[in-house]
């Protein structure tokens, strides 16, 4: 069974930085397409990265330089480093994986709450 | 604001079918796969139709999936009071180099 449990979101101030986990079971982590996908409060779904397989890494234009998206394969666990966080920047982020069929994001995680407040 | 437009709303009465749209353009949805999701209140969404018109294992027939040139519709046949619940689209596209989402589509049932 497919398993996606994200960590580490929390307050923090604007200009601050946070790292969220993503731990994985049931499926291999270095062979799937990952994804981080947040959700302002109230507000519809942002794409925020991915990494696929062969370690190519795409990111929303609203983060790209400032958050890096990395996975590691020994603990099957996909991170996501937020660096310069600024108040929009607030919601929940989801970790979710495509499957083997080509099912983007078939799979997502319960999601983590970052909010980024003075 | 997403580079796919979806309407804010939508509603129908049980038993009904509801369509909800998906516009978009040559650099997203003309040349690249449509993705639909549903999202109920408080949690993850799911995947509800992939490839354009593809249902994953356990989604029911109710739910298909068409796409069009530059737009892609949802259509929901035998409408439920659980099929409440926010719809989402999505693609890749080769302007921005990344995965987007439509505004999203709040579905009422009368």
């Known amino acids: 069974e497919v398993q996606l449990v994200e960590t580490g979101g929390g307050l923090i101030q604007p200009g601050g930085s946070l790292r969220l986990s993503c731990a994985a079971s049931?499926?291999?982590?270095?062979?799937?397409?990952m994804s981080w996908v947040r959700q302002a409060p109230g507000k519809g779904l942002e794409w925020v990265s991915v990494i696929h397989s062969g370690g190519s890494t795409y990111y929303a234009d609203s983060v790209k330089g400032r958050f890096t998206i990395s996975r590691d394969n020994s603990k099957n666990t996909l991170h996501l480093q937020m660096n310069s966080l600024r108040v929009e920047d607030t919601g929940v982020y989801f970790c979710?994986?495509?499957?083997?069929?080509?099912?983007?994001?078939?799979?997502w995680g319960q999601g983590t709450l970052v909010i980024v407040s003075s | 604001q997403s580079v796919l437009t979806q309407p804010p709303s939508a509603s129908g009465t049980p038993g009904q079918r509801v369509t909800i749209s998906c516009s978009g353009s040559s650099s997203n949805i003309g040349g690249n796969f449509v993705y639909w999701y549903r999202q109920l209140p408080g949690t993850a969404p799911k995947l509800l139709i992939y490839?354009?018109?593809q249902r994953p294992s356990g989604v029911p027939d109710r739910f298909s999936g068409s796409k069009s040139d530059t737009s892609a519709s949802l259509a929901i046949s035998g409408l439920r009071s659980e099929d409440e619940a926010d719809y989402y689209c999505?693609?890749?596209?080769?302007?921005?180099?990344?995965?987007?989402f439509g505004g999203g589509t709040k579905l009422t049932v009368l």
């Open positions: 049931g499926f291999n982590v270095p062979k799937s397409y």
């Open positions: 979710a994986t495509d499957d083997v069929l080509g099912q983007w994001l078939a799979y």
């Open positions: 999505a693609t890749w596209d080769n302007s921005v180099n990344g995965r987007v």
């Open positions: 490839r354009n018109d």
